[in-house]
């Protein structure tokens, strides 16, 4: 999907739930939040959180977490990066629509494109990913390389006002 996606944590987040929140771009938790993979448990594999988890955090805690099953609380998960903010539980979901106002505020074709390049660059050598964005060869940064929005920016910015973004 190329469309940023904000995921507000209220709760307990385990399981597939914590696999959703580690395919979503920005993840805020509420300070009572509290993380767990506790698969191995049950005699299975957190399948998509073995995949993402030790490519957003360190190796080790990754493994420690998918191997025990340990729980870990706002603070902890933050810390290890997996959580972007800790905010009060009753200013939760304010902060998280203040959160995609902004992002929504942004150009969409730019979005798009930086969600393509993300993903498709992360197993990419960093050479060829940028040979990649020079030559036009994904789809979204072709689309806003000869788009109008490309233009608006610049000429906002020269003009110094604000830009008016289309989505084309």
């Known amino acids: 999907m190329n469309k940023p996606v ?7 987040c385990c399981g597939g739930g914590l696999e959703v929140a580690l395919s979503c771009d920005i993840v805020l938790a509420a300070d009572h939040a509290t993380f767990a993979l506790p698969e191995i448990r049950s005699g299975t594999v957190a399948d998509a959180a073995s995949i993402k988890l030790p490519k957003r955090i360190p190796y080790h805690i990754a493994m420690e977490l998918l191997l025990t099953g340990r729980w870990v609380d706002a603070g902890e998960a933050h810390r290890w990066g997996f959580v972007n903010q800790v905010v009060p539980a009753g200013e939760l979901m304010a902060r998280a629509r ?3 106002d902004l992002i929504a505020d942004g150009p969409p074709l730019v979005m798009a494109a930086i969600k393509e ?4 660059a992360e197993d990419m050598k960093f ?3 940028l040979n990649r964005i020079t030559r036009r060869q994904f789809a979204t940064v072709d689309t806003l390389y000869g788009s109008e929005d490309m233009m608006e920016g610049f000429n906002a910015f020269a003009e110094k006002r604000d830009p008016v973004w289309k989505g084309k």
């Open 127 to 129: 050479q060829d990913a």
């Open 6 to 12: 904000v995921c507000a944590v209220n709760g307990i």
């Open 117 to 120: 390049v993300v993903r498709e």
């Open 98 to 100: 203040e959160m995609a």
